[in-house]
C-alpha cells in the first residue's frame, strides 16, 4: 500500500506563499488520481485541489487562482504552491489517494499524517 509524507507547512503572514510536498512510496504513482484536503478546527474536511494521472486540475472555489496543484512522477511527488495566503486558509493540510482501480487492482484509500498551515499576523 502506498504511503504518503507531506511537508512544507509553517506560519507565514496574510498574503504570503508556502509550497506543500506530498512524497509517496510505491511503483505506480504516475498512474494515481491524488489531492489535497484540509481540516480547519471546528470544521470537515474539504477537497482543495485535485489531479489526474495525465495531469487534469481541479481546485475548490476558495483556492482558484491562488493554489496550484502539480505533480512530479520522476520524483514520487505531489506539489501544493499556495500563493496569496489569507487566514482562512489556516487548517491541516493532508495529502490523499482516493480509492481507486487500473491495472487489474484496487487501491484503498490513503491519507497522509498532515502538515499544519497557519496564516496570521
Known amino acids: 500500500q502506498v504511503q504518503l509524507v507531506e511537508s512544507g507547512g509553517g506560519l507565514v503572514q496574510p498574503g504570503g506563499s508556502l509550497r506543500l510536498s506530498c512524497a509517496a512510496s510505491?511503483?505506480?504513482?504516475?498512474?494515481?488520481?491524488m489531492g489535497w484536503y484540509r481540516q480547519a478546527p471546528g470544521k470537515e474536511r474539504e477537497m482543495v485541489a485535485t489531479i489526474t494521472s495525465s495531469g487534469s486540475t481541479n481546485y475548490a472555489d476558495s483556492v482558484k487562482g491562488r493554489f496550484t496543484i502539480s505533480r512530479d512522477n520522476a520524483k514520487n511527488t505531489v506539489y501544493l504552491q499556495m500563493n496569496g495566503l489569507k487566514p482562512e486558509d489556516t487548517a491541516v493540510y493532508y495529502c490523499?489517494?482516493?480509492?481507486?482501480?487500473?491495472?487489474?487492482?484496487?487501491?484503498?484509500?490513503?491519507w497522509g499524517q498532515g502538515t499544519q498551515v497557519t496564516v496570521s499576523s
Open positions: 510505491g511503483r505506480v504513482f504516475s498512474r494515481y488520481f
Open positions: 490523499h489517494v482516493p480509492p481507486q482501480s487500473f491495472n487489474g487492482y484496487y487501491y484503498s484509500a490513503v
